[in-house]
């Protein structure tokens, strides 16, 4: 985002959005999927906000993800009627809630453990009540996910008989994605998403296990639908905003990224250095794999942010730094879903004028 004078009136550090560029990263990513007979069900722990929901549902996106039931019960509050929950709920206070939540929409989530889902099914079958569940299918991280193919069946057998769970599907995260150097990269990673998850929900169906949801697709492979041909629906999260990680691998440019910080500077310690007001309670402490330091300055991308400390953040250059004293600057973060989370709000700017402020919503809800 280019610095004018509305920017420069915003209190630092100030979190922004790029208004017409969410919203195409919004369009595009829908209409691509659509194209190949996906559902998009956006993942939105990205931004926690009702508005960038509504803007996803109201750009063809169908039914939300969430991570936590503190975003799922925000989003109900807020009229959200589909919700998966994309993470293994454990603990009868989770499950109490987990039910009071579906008896104002229709909750779906995931399973990994025998312990885990019968518990689930325990406690929804004593409310007289049967819950949609798909299995988690490992892809790479090994984070909690069956093996693909023969370990998934295996587990589906083991839990068939359930009488609280429903199985109508499979869940993949196929996170070694983001360890991608490129584009072509990034295609491989995909293909292999889509042909883990289809085999495995073949296998499954040779043994009459529904399989009507095959839930994959992050912020990079939802960027090739044409690669995930055959699988039902895409969680695509940080595309919304993008940030330095998909810059690093080329899957977006910088004015493609729609959340900026913008940051002040502080001190100049000497001719290469400045220190400027965000540190990692404003920005993500997040690396790139392939990128130094924490964001990419716009309009000065050689100045290098080397190190963050809570209220600081330190940058330099080879050369003199040609930043001074009170002069603000607009940083792309390098992982925005954090960024969100450590705002009550961002200003929405549309054609470098501010628009309105907009509420995380479901800040802080990670319980």
């Keep these: 985002m280019k610095m004018n004078e509305q920017l420069r009136k915003l209190p630092t550090p100030a979190v922004v959005v790029e208004l017409d560029v969410a919203e195409q990263n919004i369009r595009e990513m829908a209409a691509g999927a659509k194209k190949y007979g996906i559902n998009h069900r956006p993942h939105i722990k990205t931004h926690r ?47 109490e809630r987990l039910y009071a939540l579906s008896r104002r ?16 099914s325990d406690y929804f079958l004593g409310k007289g009540k049967t819950i949609d569940v798909l299995i988690d299918v490992d892809g790479g991280l090994n ?17 068939r008989d359930y009488q609280g769970i429903h199985i109508i599907g499979l869940m993949y995260y196929g996170g070694l994605i983001y360890d991608s150097h490129n584009t072509e990269d990034v295609k491989a990673f995909s293909q292999k998403e889509r042909d883990d998850l289809v085999s ?34 895409i969680r695509s999260g940080h595309y919304i905003f993008n940030d330095c990680s998909q810059i690093d691998v080329g899957l977006a440019a910088p004015e493609q990224c729609a959340l900026n910080v913008i940051t002040t500077v502080v001190s100049k310690p000497d001719e290469h250095t400045v220190i400027c007001d965000m540190g990692t309670k404003t920005m993500s402490s997040d690396r790139c794999h392939y990128r130094g330091g924490y964001g990419y300055v716009v309009d000065y991308p050689e100045i290098e942010i080397y190190a963050l400390n809570e ?31 450590l705002t009550e709000k961002v200003y929405g700017f549309r054609n470098g004028q501010l628009e309105r402020t907009i509420d995380i919503d479901a800040r802080a809800k990670s319980v």
């Design 105 to 120: 929409a229709y909750v779906s989530t995931i399973v990994n453990s025998e312990e885990g889902a019968r518990a689930l």
């Design 311 to 341: 209220e600081h953040a330190f940058l330099r250059t080879e050369g003199i730094i040609p930043l001074q004293i009170g002069q603000k600057i607009s940083v792309v973060p390098n992982h925005a879903c954090v960024v969100t989370n």
């Design 200 to 233: 495995t929900a073949s296998i499954l169906r040779e043994h009459e296990f529904e399989m009507r949801r095959l839930s994959a697709g992050s912020s990079y492979s939802g960027k090739y639908p044409e690669l995930l041909e055959g699988i039902t629906e």
């Design 49 to 95: 906000s009702v508005y960038f929901a509504k803007l996803q549902a109201e750009n063809g996106c169908s039914g939300i993800t969430v991570a936590k039931l503190g975003e799922a019960e925000v989003m109900a509050d807020h009229g959200f009627d589909d919700i998966f929950i994309a993470y293994p709920l454990i603990g009868e206070d989770k499950l």
């Design 143 to 159: 984070r909690g996910g069956l093996g693909v193919g023969q370990k998934t069946l295996e587990f589906a057998e083991k839990i």
